[in-house]
């Protein structure tokens, strides 16, 4: 290697540092964007979207609107939803302990369990697109910190019982 070429190649180097360090400057001059919690806290909570949660009836905030039609599982892509429903006993067959079993079971017009495994959800919103009844729509806790993943499985029917309970 020559000497002119390592000089070349130090001015090639020497130019692409101040360059970088310029972008940076310019970066570090401008107001920062990222909010710092729970030095801050995020005020356009307007636009964020949570977890899906269930809407209850306007004459019982604790009874879900939903119809167990099995809409919003069909219509989800991330496979996050699952509603459960009362398996109705066959002819001839005592009555025992309840068998639930997935969403929709023949006359059964409301949900046993839903539940939302919250670590699948992509947040797409197509359940509550799909639901004819419009029992869906997203949370807006933006500060929900789980340490488990299982913990992420959200058990809507008892989180919408808890909400009417505090209201």
């Not at 019982?60 to 991330?78: F, I, N, T, W």
């Not at 697109?129 to 008892?158: G, T």
């Amino acid at each position: 290697m020559t000497v002119s070429a390592l000089f070349q190649e130090a001015y090639t180097g020497l130019k692409s540092l101040v360059i970088g360090l310029g972008i940076t400057g310019k970066a570090f001059c401008q107001p920062g964007v990222t909010v710092i919690y729970p030095k801050e806290e995020v005020d356009n909570l307007s636009t964020f979207r949570g977890h899906v949660e269930l809407i209850g009836k306007d004459e019982d905030p604790a009874v879900p609107r939903c119809v167990a039609c099995g809409a919003c599982v069909k219509a989800c892509p991330s496979n996050c939803l699952t509603i459960l429903c009362p398996v109705p006993a066959k002819e001839g067959e005592e009555a025992g302990p309840v068998v639930m079993g997935p969403a929709p079971q023949k006359g059964s017009k409301t949900p046993g369990a839903v539940i939302v495994d919250f670590s699948l959800c992509s947040l797409c919103g197509q359940c509550a697109k799909a639901c004819p009844v419009d029992s869906l729509q997203f949370s807006d806790n933006p500060y929900m910190v789980r340490l488990d993943r299982r913990e992420f499985q959200i058990d809507l029917l008892a989180r919408l019982r808890r909400q009417a309970e505090q209201d």
